[in-house]
């Protein structure tokens, strides 16, 4: 009977509905597992690039810059070395969990002694967003999975943890642990995400939820971790400065992106700006002495409000404001003492602001897994694991025409640039078949050439090839280069890193805008070069030494 009552308390556990949870993704991580493709799925690629990058000793910031920071490459790496077949943006997705859920369990477990439903309520929406690769703006009609904005995800599922953590955990000691290992991975994941969490933090000491010693605490715990990787690596110095450019880079899209932000999220900031007029109306009709204390859940729905607000506009696409969630699961259990109709408008409201971004992701999510058996998918092998992609037959026979329509037509997309179409599946679908191509070409002019290609870099927003033909990354560049946003004015220590990979790719098909620009960017790098094409859509800058080598009179 004892072995039973510990076995049902086991299973009635935090810690064992997470761990339940992980064993189905683990398997899936395990299989060859092929996914549909979605918009801007190329995004993806930036990890197979730094986790490449990392596996030949180079350190992010240091040797080569990144859009954030630097812990969902590391651990993506890591898990590329365990799961071999994995799915790459389920990879991506996933391997966050790694941090996320022990923290998670440890949030969740003073709950659980109190009230298994209360833990229900905390747990079930931290798994759905955790687990689902689907943001809750859709760029295509047609199923499919988001490969952009999984560091964005990363960064609000740690902000659901930690919001979780300082709202239910009981003890001060415990909490500053808590809290200097959730902001430690919240800085090293995403600097706006961080940001956001030290609202939070300073919410909470001003709520009385933490003691000032403990919190104490909390700062030098974090700080002696930031001084444990910064000093064998010079990695946090690196990242500081590289936060600093990106910030200088785009100061100016701080207003159009705070309209963006309110326009795409009325569905949230109209029921949640709602609810805590509701909440300030209460608390003025009564007047009492306990509802002015900063512990009031109009508060903590401010200062939520204001951070997500503030960490959308510096992100496109992710799961938005979902660290709202705990704190409404807070009021749940404070509004038993309001007036019924009151506390009806409070849990309607609630509903509003959670319900459709919670139904948008798990209907996405759960669509693209239901047609996944029935669509096409791709055969590849030379591209390794970016293969694991499905799509509808008649899109994949689409972008198979593509390469001979961007040769007829490629001037088409200079004259007239639109990023839509980067959203396309059929674009996305081609740019893995040109990969393709590009690979098979690269190997085909090593072997007639008698050269080899010792370092690669590309003319574009990702560069997997490194990773695909296992060879060196230039480094001192930026990967996920975007013209304008995050490639930095050049160096010398990067125009000489340029100067000396030996082979270039340069990507014809579509000629874009982008591609230009970036081109333009490292011209003075690229001069000296011999340019062989590889195919109609793919140009190989070579190394002036290897043209030498190859053939005498080359120019």
Known sequence: MRDIKGAGLLLASPVAWLAGAMIPLVILLILPVSIPIGPMYWDTYLYLDAAQRIWNGQVPAVDFLTPVGPLGYYLFAWGLRLFQNAQPLLLAQWCML??????????????????????????????????SPANVQAFHPDPGLDGFGVYNRHAVILLYVMTTGLLFLQDSRKMAVFLAAVMLALFLTKVTGFLVGGLLGLQTILAGKVSLRH??????????????????????????????????????????????????????????????????????KHGKSDTRSLDHGVWWLCVALFGGWMFETQNTGSHEFIFIWPILVMLWTRIGHLDPRLK?????????????TATKVAHRT????????????????????????????????HAQYLETHYQNHGHVYTDLPNWHYYSNLDFQLYWIMSASHAVEAILKFEAENAVKLASLMTLDFSNPFPWLLDRQATKHIQIGAVPGRTVPPMTPKTKEAVEATAGVLRPKCPSTDARHIIEDHYREALASRHVVELTPCWDLLLHQDLAVARSPAAP
């Open 215 to 284: 919190s104490v605490l909390a700062a030098s715990l974090f700080v002696v971790a930031l001084a444990v990787l910064e000093l064998p690596t010079g990695m946090i110095s690196a990242y500081v400065r590289e936060i600093l450019q990106l910030v200088e880079m785009n100061d100016g899209s701080m207003l159009p992106r705070s309209v963006s932000t309110a326009s795409a999220k009325l569905d949230v900031l109209i029921p949640v700006g709602l609810l805590v007029l509701v909440l300030a109306w209460n608390v003025w």
């Open 98 to 131: 790694v941090v996320a859920v022990p923290l998670m369990a440890l949030a969740a477990a003073d709950v659980a002694r109190e009230n298994r439903l209360l833990t229900l309520a905390l747990v079930v929406p931290f798994l759905l967003f955790a687990v």
């Open 366 to 397: 759960i669509r693209s897994a239901m047609v996944s058996p029935s669509y096409a998918s791709l055969d590849l092998p030379l591209v390794k694991n970016m293969q694991q992609v499905r799509s509808r037959a008649d899109i994949i026979g």
């Open 344 to 356: 009806t408008t409070v849990l309607v409201l609630a509903a509003f602001a959670t319900i459709p």
